[in-house]
């Protein structure tokens, strides 16, 4: 586990004050500002594991129907970035092509002459050339393209033509949303990023949690005598709150949009990885509360407490959405 300097210079009881008017702002600013956002174009950085990240920026600007952030999501979806998963219902590799459909609309996306669908140099491709085929299919449907595409997808290009757009099954309509609200997790904003109006009450939670001794693995459960790890932690806060995060650091990374550094907000969640990268090397993460501090549960020995966030394996920020929360995969085919 990575350590930290304890926050040097400032008390607790200044520490705390400096707490009670940043969490005072944010629910400031969230009142005030609302659900406006920026339009989201492109890949955020660090968003993609970098063995893919050319590819998905490549591939996923083939038809106007996609976009890199969107096929990233329907990837991340599908394998979680595992190019040997593989499901109970043989859909194979990082795009999940069961083997009728990779027969059918697999491509050579690489040229070496083989279509590979353990190859993600052929499947982030036929992942891509496939939705662009549904979306040819149901261009002539009312509605957007990209829902048409993402449900065509789900339910097939009949079902989309049939009904005029998105069918009404409640699994399509899940599926759509699930894969447009991930895409914010993985594009670059343009302009900043809506405010958390959730984010004042999960900070009081870990503020109440300071000075608890760190727990691995720790879920704060009165079996572990009210102890968190740093991923323990960031989940009770947001659990606090009515969200509910996946228990595993790198998995909370795309609960919602990335902030810039000079944009982080009290509430958003800061991440620390070995490879800046690769989000899928996160190791730690911590609950900004401003001032370029967070409250987090650091390591074995110590006791959950602020620090400073500005180290050199620090990978980002994640705005916590609940449809963010809700949208991402709980389990990733093995």
Same mark, same amino acid.
């Given at each position: %586990? =990575?350590?930290?300097?304890?926050?040097?210079?400032?008390?607790?009881?200044? %520490? #705390?004050?400096?707490?009670?008017?940043?969490?005072?702002?944010?629910?400031?600013?969230?009142?005030?500002?609302?659900?406006?956002?920026? =339009?989201?174009?492109?890949?955020?950085?660090?968003?993609?594991?970098?063995?893919?990240?050319?590819?998905?920026?490549?591939w996923?600007?083939?038809c106007?129907?996609?976009?890199?952030?969107?096929?990233?999501?329907?990837?991340?979806?599908?394998?979680?970035w595992?190019?040997?998963?593989?499901?109970?219902?043989?859909?194979?590799?990082?795009?999940?092509?069961?083997?009728?459909?990779?027969?059918?609309?697999?491509?050579?996306?690489?040229?070496?002459?083989k279509?590979?669908?353990?190859?993600?140099?052929?499947?982030?491709?036929?992942?891509?050339?496939?939705?662009?085929?549904?979306?040819?299919?149901?261009?002539d449907?009312?509605?957007?393209?990209?829902?048409?595409?993402?449900?065509?997808?789900? $339910?097939?290009?009949?079902?989309?033509?049939?009904?005029?757009?998105?069918?009404?099954? =409640?699994?399509?309509?899940?599926?759509?949303?699930?894969?447009?609200?991930?895409?914010?997790?993985?594009?670059?904003?343009?302009?900043?990023? $809506?405010?958390?109006?959730?984010?004042?009450?999960a900070?009081?939670?870990?503020?109440?949690?300071?000075?608890?001794?760190?727990?691995?693995?720790?879920?704060?459960?009165?079996?572990?005598?009210?102890?968190?790890?740093?991923?323990?932690?960031?989940?009770?806060?947001?659990?606090?709150?009515?969200?509910?995060?996946?228990?595993?650091?790198?998995?909370?990374?795309?609960?919602?949009?990335?902030?810039?550094?000079?944009?982080? #907000?009290?509430?958003? #969640?800061?991440?620390?990885?070995?490879?800046?990268?690769?989000?899928?090397?996160?190791?730690?993460?911590?609950?900004?509360?401003?001032?370029?501090?967070?409250?987090?549960?650091?390591?074995?020995?110590?006791?959950i407490?602020?620090?400073?966030?500005?180290?050199?394996?620090?990978?980002?920020?994640?705005?916590?959405?609940?449809?963010?929360?809700?949208?991402?995969?709980?389990?990733?085919?093995?």
């Amino acid at each position: %586990m =990575r350590k930290y300097w304890v926050a040097g210079g400032i008390g607790a009881g200044l %520490m #705390l004050g400096l707490l009670g008017l940043l969490v005072i702002g944010t629910y400031t600013v969230a009142a005030s500002l609302g659900g406006a956002g920026g =339009r989201a174009v492109g890949l955020a950085k660090g968003a993609v594991p970098a063995a893919y990240q050319s590819l998905v920026q490549k591939w996923g600007t083939l038809c106007p129907a996609i976009n890199p952030a969107l096929l990233a999501a329907q990837l991340y979806q599908e394998s979680g970035w595992n190019a040997k998963a593989q499901s109970p219902a043989d859909a194979q590799g990082i795009a999940q092509f069961i083997p009728g459909t990779w027969q059918t609309h697999g491509i050579d996306g690489n040229g070496d002459g083989k279509r590979d669908v353990w190859d993600p140099e052929d499947a982030i491709p036929s992942a891509a050339s496939y939705d662009c085929e549904l979306a040819r299919y149901v261009k002539d449907a009312p509605g957007d393209d990209t829902h048409n595409m993402l449900a065509a997808y789900n $339910a097939g290009a009949y079902r989309v033509i049939q009904h005029n757009g998105v069918p009404p099954f =409640r699994e399509t309509q899940n599926y759509v949303k699930t894969i447009t609200t991930l895409a914010k997790s993985f594009a670059a904003p343009v302009g900043r990023v $809506a405010p958390s109006r959730q984010a004042a009450a999960a900070i009081y939670f870990a503020q109440e949690k300071l000075g608890t001794k760190y727990l691995w693995g720790g879920n704060g459960t009165p079996e572990q005598g009210g102890r968190f790890d740093c991923s323990g932690l960031t989940k009770a806060a947001y659990h606090s709150v009515g969200i509910e995060l996946p228990r595993v650091a790198n998995d909370q990374w795309n609960a919602g949009p990335h902030p810039k550094r000079d944009e982080l #907000l009290p509430g958003d #969640l800061v991440f620390f990885a070995y490879d800046l990268n690769d989000p899928r090397s996160i190791h730690h993460v911590g609950l900004y509360v401003g001032g370029g501090y967070m409250i987090n549960a650091p390591y074995t020995g110590a006791v959950i407490r602020f620090d400073k966030i500005d180290t050199p394996d620090y990978i980002g920020a994640t705005r916590v959405t609940s449809d963010g929360a809700k949208a991402l995969p709980r389990a990733n085919p093995a």
